[in-house]
DNA sequence: TATTAGCACTCGCAATAATTGAGTGCTAAC
DNA sequence: GTTAGCACTCAATTATTGCGAGTGCTAATA
């Protein structure tokens, strides 16, 4: 769908106005903010067409106009470009990370923190997730009699817990023992292919060492198949300063899409073309929680292979560009800093 | 301060009522639902006796009467008896414990769930802390490079992991080294007792060893000593039915107190005398933010030793006969559980 | 033909007024 | 000591009104 110059640069000003000041805008007001020199009523004529073409609604007969979200996501993709951060922003940020990059979870809940700061939405940011793939150690800790606690370790050195409770007793040197089985044979082959044929031909295993095995391997598996990826959030109540958000039932909404990490998780992490910026606007998420919402995702990378994701979320009535602007920066400083955490 | 008979009754009833309803009450409707055969006269005689002791306030002048904190803490006090759960809750929650002690992690949100559902209030349950004192193993993980994983495991077999930058690289070998050295010295003493000439003595170390040691040990130390105990919470939501909630602020402080875990945790975990369960109204909360809320507490056990906390908030206008007799029927299922999984 | 001024009309919003009703305190009688 | 009766209070609801920002349409203008 295209618009001659004139609709756009007057669809542009409303958008932009009602982003701002949340109020419907009308005729008169636009024409003085929008210095094309021209009248009222030929604006009205315009927006009067650009309601017709699905663009603009009016709350109710005789008040201004409000985007739909079509023409959010016309100004999205049609009008509005991503801008440089300021310098002193930028350099505030970077800093910033440089105090955070100690520890994985640290980096992960400072990214929110800066995230939700610079927008004034709420932020999400998902941690990486631990796979079968590559995982190059397991650690073997005894618990309590047969409670153990598998500790796995990634390629890049990210760690997972996994606590399980076995059919015999291990005690620290039986613990010992197994994971130099298991790491024994993740120096050929990786976890997701040991079988139980595998397993049995191990030569120095006694038949109760042996079971434990049989018993561990599948716990491994199924635990890092689930992708629970850590979840991370933070300004959950910046947005009840937004009027949208006066309603309580909204603010419930809202609670339960942070608190169901599970789909917050796989939304964020499902790829979706090859954007490194995504916008999702109001109904076009396909979570019923999230159908007023607006949601804007990235993601950081290590050596090109995608580890985790972030953005931010918040009324459709959203600052795109700006907060288009905020992620394409933190993805930058994300990638850099994960790669000097995790550096091989 | 004590009350005669009838005025006990009537503060009784209107406590009730009004914990109920929501609404103030007046002496019509209370003459007809206490039947002490007095008619709304007398009530309002009586009432307006009770609200010279403290007992209640008017919200305005002309309509019924609401408790004010002093008589909750009456009615708390002398009034209120914890009764036992009907059979069928109990043995409800009963099972739903079995399917939920496989690991701590889950036993401690499954708490949470359970707590929330029993009560229709927001619950918070404070998972047992690793402390420096009963700490029996650690195992140190190399992660990559000079990045390491050090998890603790405590005498109840429950684990915390730590993760922390050295200045030199640690390989398996290396970790598994260091591993040993400590554990050896754990046979003899508490972690809190290691001092940089105990570690000198240690002779079995390089320079560089030795250095990490050195390295190592304040790092345990340190994040053994700052109680960052779990904290799970659940039903957030169910606040936002009451009608005290339909205010944003409300909400906010709420959201507020529930995020910051730490003080939270400080608070749930703080002995106060010898109560079972611990009741603080309104302004009796020291933190600021709870000021406008209750909250119901209980604590767990293993061996007679205080493993954790658990609880629930609310509204001051809070159902404290049902959540007492909750905590307590849950405090009796938590220790019988936990016992089960940490048995020495 | 595109633009604009003018005008009657619409309708949400805020302020004001009128009405209702649940509840009180006080007094006098029981 | 208890109660019926009555005048009074005041929040909450509903109705009324005026205002103002905004619209659509029409006719005049460039």
Redesign the pocket.
Known sequence: MELNA?KKKILEVIIRDYINTA???????LSKRCNL??????I??E??DL?ELGFLV????????IPTQQAYRYYVDEIMEIQKLEKMIRTDIHRGFLDHTTELGLTMSHTAQVLSQLTNYTAVVLAPRVTNFNCKHVQIVSLIKNRVLMVVVTQEGMAKNIEVTLSHEVDTILALKLSNVINGFLKNTVLSEMSSDLIDQIQELSPAESKLIHEIIPHLKKALMEDASEVHSTGLTNLFNYPEFSDVNKIKQLINIVQEKQVLSEMMASKDGNQVIRIKIGSENDNENLKDFSIITSTYELDGEMMGAFGVIGPTRMNYDNVSSVLNYIRNELNLHISNLLMK
Chains 1, 2 share one sequence.
């Open positions: 004139r109020e419907p805008v009308g005729s008169r007001t020199g021209i009248s009222p009523a030929t009205r004529n927006m009067a309601e009016q709350p109710h007969t005789s008040s201004g106009r």
